[in-house]
């Protein structure tokens, strides 16, 4: 039978018994050591062999606009934890807490009233003293990953969640997007630097080595919220942060226009350069060279449920870092509607007849509508997309000013107004020998002046837009309040614009914004008389969020024709979302007559919003000064 026993094969369950009787026989201090010593090799092993950054990344998920990205560093070189595999070691620690826990319980009697077993209740006391230094330093360590990327509370939150999928290689961008379903994206995360003074400190949580990084990495870090996109000059040179500037805004037009153009700003110049021969014949003559303007980008800013960047090309210090504040709030508040109420270009002859009795039968016959109807079919004759649609005529006597009111499709269409204008002159010869044109512009259509005509009855588009920002987003990102943002604008918009026999006028400075974003769009800037026609209105809600609108009744522009051909003009439009003609006659300069809207009504926001906290000094004196250097 001693011999059956001592041939047995040894089996598993012997060896682990063999194995934990060895253990045993180990003194406490030597076990504990073997288990400290294992868990320091281990976890050291695990946290300094992890995947690179680079390997991390791939060629149809590594766009930070789009994905939640890992806390990793800048650096492609740098290694990276095993989180998966540290998160296990973390569920196994609870696992021992919880068998140790068990194991006293169950033996609580013995441990607590032999003195044998006094030491062993010290190393249970000083074992659950490691456990819960363990648990309160590093149980949370495996979930960091997860929780870095998310912004903070509020509309900033909801970033990731709005971008469409966009593939993108290190050269170029490959968008994938619809006109049915563009990207929506959040409120910029930073507030801009002349509009809050603690945003003049330069953030300390920037790699220290940025400048020795590729461009690329740069534009990374700043999609990613890591660099904020107004300190690169200081990070890196004013050169080079327009080149990282227009890599971050080249991905993030990519992923909000449809027509798959991932590099939308390439023609918008950035060295000094202009084809001449678009110029000559088009757009000016005598030409002995050009002048550049710089061009910022404003957003994103959310407008009738899309997001949309709003080019301005200025050189007044601080305008368009304002207005994207305001666009951040405008957006934080969920976005703002704009439509169009009225649509068409003018233009008003000036006849004269032999009498005054002559030039009132004259109004009276354009009135009527089989009359009209002969006008109508003459001008439209002369054009494609121009339609008339009324005759408005205004007697002075002999004279007889006739308002014709044009839709004008995709163009601004003053050019097509005038051809057509001259063809209605001519229709009406027929019926009347004695009219004389005095002028194919009588002044009151009217162009480039400030008249009450296109502030009662528009010119261009007439647009209103409308938002409401959340108190909490007044106090935070605007610093101020609703109610002091309300006062201020009824007593300096209304009040003293009134007092100051305003026409069109009753606003902060619309003309700034409309200017801006008309010499970067190749729209006329002489046009910005009339198209900053403008009246700005605030009311507190019941629920005491702030109530915004700008309603302006003759924005005049175009998207084909004109500065529109030029390619730096065309570069912004197309980074707009409005470039060229619409799928239907009309549609794109709808579209960018909405957006000047809502631009003007972002800065309109934010100026009021200093001049109520009584901050705009110090923001011009910071950002529209320059230091003078010896």
């Known amino acids: 039978m001693a011999a059956t026993f001592d041939t047995m094969p040894t089996t598993i369950g012997m060896k682990l018994d063999a194995m934990i009787a060895e253990i045993d026989n180990l003194s406490s201090t030597q076990l504990y050591g073997v288990i400290v010593a294992a868990t320091v090799v281990l976890c050291v092993v695990l946290l300094g062999t992890g995947h690179s950054n680079l390997d991390l990344q791939h060629s149809n998920n590594n766009d930070p606009l789009l994905k939640k990205q890992p806390a990793v560093a800048p650096s492609g070189n740098i290694k990276q934890p095993r989180w998966h595999i540290f998160k296990w070691i973390n569920y196994l620690a609870v696992a021992a807490f919880l068998w140790s826990v068990c194991t006293f319980c ?9 003195e044998e077993s006094q030491g062993v209740l010290v190393k249970f006391l000083l074992g659950w003293s490691v456990f819960l230094l363990y648990f309160f330093g590093f149980f949370g ?14 509309a900033a939150s909801s970033a990731a969640n709005r971008l469409s999928s966009v593939s993108q290689s290190n050269k170029t961008k490959t968008v994938e997007t619809s006109s049915k379903n563009k990207a929506l994206h959040g409120a910029a995360a930073c507030t801009p630097v002349c509009s809050d003074p603690s945003s003049f400190k330069v953030s300390s949580s920037v790699p220290s080595n940025i400048k020795e990084l590729a461009d690329e990495d740069v534009a990374d870090l700043v999609l990613k919220n890591k660099v904020k996109d107004h300190e690169l000059e200081k990070r890196l ?25 991932p590099n939308v700003l390439d023609k918008l110049p950035a060295t000094p350069s202009l084809d001449y021969s678009k110029v000559h014949g088009a757009n000016c003559e005598i030409v002995v060279g050009y002048v550049p303007l710089p061009v910022g980008l404003v957003g994103p800013l959310s407008l ?10 200025t050189t007044e210090g601080c305008l368009v870092a304002s207005t994207n504040r305001g666009a951040k709030a405008i957006t934080q508040g969920g976005g703002a509607q704009a439509r169009i109420v009225r649509d068409g270009i003018t233009r008003a002859p000036c006849v004269r007849m032999e009498s005054a009795m002559e030039a009132a039968d004259l109004k009276v016959w354009c009135e009527q509508p089989e009359n009209f109807a002969r006008l109508k079919q003459a001008f439209e004759g002369t054009t ?14 002999k004279n007889v000013y006739l308002r014709l009111v044009c839709f004008s499709g995709d163009a601004m269409g003053m050019n097509m107004v005038s051809k057509g204008s001259l063809a209605v ?5 027929k019926e009347f020998p004695s009219l004389q044109l005095v002028a194919l512009s009588g002044n009151m259509c009217t162009d480039k002046k400030a008249a009450a005509t296109n ?7 007439s647009v209103v837009v409308e938002a409401t920002i959340p108190k909490d987003v007044v106090r935070t990102t605007l610093k101020t309040t609703v109610a002091a943002l309300v006062h201020t604008n009824m007593h300096k918009n209304l009040i003293g614009s009134a007092m100051a026999g305003s026409l069109g006028g009753f606003n902060a400075h619309a003309s700034n ?6 010499l970067a769009t190749g729209q006329d800037p002489a046009q910005n008389v009339e198209s900053s026609n403008c009246i700005t209105l605030m009311e507190e809600t019941d629920e005491g969020d702030l109530w915004i609108s700008c309603t302006m009744p003759s924005i005049e522009v175009g998207t084909v024709g004109g500065g529109t051909s030029l390619e730096a003009q065309a570069a912004c439009l197309e980074a707009i979302g409005c470039k060229g003609g619409g799928a239907t006659p009309g549609e794109n300069a709808k579209k960018l007559a909405t957006v000047v809207a809502a631009a003007t009504m972002a800065g309109e926001l934010s100026l009021l919003a200093a001049l109520a906290a009584n901050t705009l000094v110090q923001a011009h004196m910071t950002h529209n000064r320059k230091s003078n250097k010896k």
């Open 384 to 397: 494609s997309f121009g339609k008339l649609q009324a005759c408005h005529p205004t007697v002075a006597g």
């Open 141 to 154: 360590v495996s979930l960091i990953h997860e929780d870095i990327p998310k912004e903070e509370a509020g």
């Open 425 to 429: 002159i001519e229709t009406l010869q």
């Open 304 to 313: 009738n449920n899309e997001t949309v960047y709003v080019p301005m090309a």
């Open 237 to 261: 040179d004013p050169f080079r942060a327009v080149t990282v500037r227009r890599m971050t805004a080249n991905r993030k037009l990519a992923s909000v226009l449809p027509q798959n153009k």
């Open 455 to 461: 502030w009662l009855q528009g010119r261009g588009k």
């Open 106 to 114: 169950l033996n609580a009697s013995q441990y607590l009233h032999h």
């Open 513 to 518: 914004i409309v200017t801006a974003v008309f």
